[in-house]
């Protein structure tokens, strides 16, 4: 059974190098991304989670909104295990996939092919099943000879490619995938596309980021709508979108 159990997450992040005398204005900071705050040696932080708290179990499909800098990707990022808490907890049960940033988790050192061996071992996958996955990865990713150069000779597409073909050539039990990351080739993205619609079926968990509320719809069962850091709204889709739609959730916002 796979679950997740994210426990009052806070997460901090350092921004060295400005001081807190040159943020001029708290006001401009009202209404967009995490809060910024000073610790004693007047270091600044911007608190991009604030104590968030929900548990997810085998059949929930989660799908995380909110504004520009509501904190989604960070959320995305800790669930994934990229991200320590500053405070609290996530703890997760499962083979997890990751697709959020392009590229995480891959060496640029490695070609491809090392590469798709060693995260479809990290996924689960059996050795004797790995010369068939192989096989899979290099039809659907199609990058030709440059699956035996190393990653770092690779363009931007060519990874997202590669990322997208070893992460979901075998179905995990938990998909962490913000959609952002699924822009560009358009003959690419429609298989994307497709081999998507069987994980959303077949993968036990998802959450799910993104800013197109049909997406939403039409993949999730529960919203987590975040407002600066913190939950605005757990619950059922429709009401989700609704006050992401309206924007009621915004303190001081007139719908
Ligand atoms: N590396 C970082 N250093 C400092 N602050 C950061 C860093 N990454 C993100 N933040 C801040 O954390 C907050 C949440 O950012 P995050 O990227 O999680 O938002 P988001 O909801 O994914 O936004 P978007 O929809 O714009 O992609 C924002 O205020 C952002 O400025």
Known sequence: ?????????TIDYPVYGVSARNIRSTVAN???????????SDTIFVESLANVSFSLKSGDRLGVIGENGAGKTTLLRAISGFLPPSRGSVTTKGSLASLINVGAGLDPDR??????VIMSLILGARKKDLDAIIVDIIAFA???AFFDMPVRAYSAGMILRLSFAVSTVIDPNILVLDEGILAGDQHFIGKARDRMDRIYRNTDIIVLSSHSMELIDSVCNKVLLLNRGKVAFLGDVKTGIQLYNDRSYISGHAA
């Open 1 to 9: 059974m796979a679950s997740i159990d994210v426990n009052g997450l």
């Open 111 to 116: 070609t491809g092919r090392e590469n798709a």
């Open 30 to 40: 009202l209404f967009l991304g995490g809060t910024i705050l000073k610790n004693k």
């Open 142 to 144: 199609e990058l030709g």
